[in-house]
T-cell receptor, first 117, second 114 residues
Framework: DVKVTQSSRYLVKRTGEKVFLECVQD?????MFWYRQDPGLGLRLIYF???????EKGDIPEGYSVSREKKERFSLILESASTNQTSMYLC????????????????FGSGTRLTVV | AQSVTQLDSQVPVFEEAPVELRCNYS??????LFWYVQYPNQGLQLLLK??????LVKGINGFEAEFNKSQTSFHLRKPSVHISDTAEYFC????????????FGSGTQLTVLP
């Protein structure tokens, strides 16, 4: 069964801390995405990556950075956590060349609910 | 640029009643369309998809959706809902069949009442 695994389901951090959210996929997908989800605002794209060591800003990149050193891993970094970054964070991946993404769309992880206090 | 509109943010319905969740999109090119479901405190999972061919698409858990190109709609339906269908539902579009980015609607919370 194909999987996108997010390292933590629930996380509580203090204001000002540097926070790492990890996402690993085992489908050899080229594309990986980070979203945040807030009530009434739907899914908002933070960053995405189409290849190793490649990254592009999404709609709301401020306060975040990402790292993709290996194809299967895409990390989201909160450089200095703030209370307005309390949210549900969702990682997703999709394939490109094989066409599997056209068939399945995105595969999502289970999400990380981050609380910044 | 493509956009997706889910017209109803909340839909309450009684158990065993039919339901329709509405989705409209805007795009000037061909699209692929998806519906995802999210149960509380979980990620999104694929419910069904339209890529090509028959405009009536059947998915998991008894859901189906119909692609209407002239009305640029992809409404989700189920003839008889269960309590376990309570969840948030997201419509998404991929423009030009690209795997690279899906655009999501804002979601519809379906609440099934006993």
């Amino acid at each position: 069964d194909v999987k996108v695994t997010q390292s933590s389901r629930y996380l509580v951090k203090r204001t000002g801390e540097k926070v790492f959210l990890e996402c690993v996929q085992d489908m050899d997908h080229e594309n990986m995405f980070w979203y945040r989800q807030d009530p009434g605002l739907g899914l908002r794209l933070i960053y995405f990556s189409y290849d190793v060591k490649m990254k592009e800003k999404g709609d709301i990149p401020e306060g975040y950075s990402v790292s993709r050193e290996k194809k299967e891993r895409f990390s989201l970094i909160l450089e200095s956590a703030s209370t307005n970054q309390t949210s549900m964070y969702l990682c997703a991946s999709s394939g490109e060349r094989t066409g599997s993404a056209l068939f399945y769309g995105y595969t999502f992880g289970s999400g990380t609910r981050l609380t910044v206090v | 640029a493509q956009s997706v509109t889910q017209l109803d943010s909340q839909v309450p319905v009684f158990e065993e009643a039919p339901v329709e969740l509405r989705c409209n999109y805007s795009s000037s090119v061909s699209v692929y369309l998806f519906w995802y479901v999210q149960y509380p405190n979980q990620g999104l999972q694929l419910l069904l998809k339209y890529l090509s061919g028959s405009t009536l698409v059947k998915g998991i858990n008894g859901f189906e959706a119909e692609f209407n190109k002239s009305q640029t709609s992809f409404h989700l339906r189920k003839p008889s809902v269960h309590i376990s269908d309570t969840a948030e539902y997201f419509c998404a579009v991929s423009e030009g069949g690209s795997a690279r980015q899906l655009t999501f609607g804002s979601g519809t919370q379906l609440t099934v009442l006993p």
